[in-house]
Structures are given as structure tokens and as C-alpha cells.
């Protein structure tokens, strides 16, 4: 594993930070990588396996893998999120080739559905930099202002729940909102 210090983790890879602590052997993180992450996780393995109790049982499998190897985890060289996809990915594709039912269950007319959808490396390559030109974009906003940008598109609140929770008026937020996307749009643009 690389030295983490010659590229830190950003604040946005918290699976990152989840797998680096699950390696030092904390429970806790692996806990909260679990809850953060199997839902995603478990979509990967069900698109490979359709089988819903198979694809728990992958799942499975790829979380014990998870605390086995997660000394393993390279921030250097992708994100939490993409070490655990692949890793789920992996594990349901191999749990298909060594199950004959699963491919004898199979119609061919379905085979196009269990076609690999998963961006190429490429693909992967790109979104990591334009997350990375978010990321930077974000940072020249006020404080205030990208934490109500984080919390209407990132959990889903409407602009009424961010008027009550930041106490601030709903024709404020709105302007605030609509300024600071329009800031982004400018910076993400240069």
C-alpha cells in the first residue's frame, strides 16, 4: 500500500477513510461502511446475480472480504467507492461462473441484461477528475452557502426544510441556492 500522505483523502471519500480505519481493525468503521455502503453495494451484485438470495449471500462475501483485505485499499489509486465496487462486482461474477444453476437459469434472451455495465477504466478515470473539479469549485463557495448546497442535493432536502433548519428566510435560501449554482456552473465552465 502506498504512503496515504502523498495524496489525501478528501472529505467526500468517506468510504476511503471507512476502509483505511476498517484495515487498522476498527469495528466501528467497518460498521458505518456497511451502513453507508451495502445498499450501493448490494445493487452491484443483484445487477450481476439476479437471484435476490444470492445476491445476499454475495454481499455477504464481499463485506467479509471487505474486513479481510481492507489493508489492500489504495486511495492512491481509486476511491472507497470504486474498491468496493469492484470488489462486489468480482465477487458476484465469480460466484457466477462457479455456480452451473446460475448459468443454466439464465434464458439466453436475458443474457444482454447480465452484460457488464460498469464504466471502463477510462470512464472511472474522468469522473474522478471532474469530482475533483467539483470538489475544488465547491471550496471557493462561502461555508454557509456550500453546506446548503451539500444538504439540498446530496440528502434531498427542500428548500422550506433548509429554511427552517438554518433559520434563514425561504426567499434567502432560494437566492442564495440559485447564486451559489450559478458561481459553480462559472468555475466548473473555465
Known sequence: MLDTSERPLSAADESGQLLLATARGDTAAFEQLYRATSSRLFGVCLRVVPQRSEAEDVLQEVFANVWRKAGQFDPARASGNTWLAMMARNKAIDHLRASRNARQS????LT?????????????????????????????LEAPRRALLRTAFFEGVTYEELATRSQTPLGTVKS??????????ACLEA
Request: glycine residues 2%; hydrophobic residues 40%; aromatic residues 2%.
Open 176 to 185: 442564495w441556492i440559485r447564486r451559489s449554482l450559478a458561481k459553480l456552473k
Open 112 to 140: 444482454d441484461e447480465l452484460a457488464d455495465e460498469s464504466p471502463n477504466a477510462q470512464a472511472v478515470a474522468e469522473a474522478a477528475l471532474e469530482g475533483h473539479r467539483l470538489e475544488d469549485c465547491l471550496q471557493e
Open 106 to 109: 439464465v434464458p439466453i434472451d
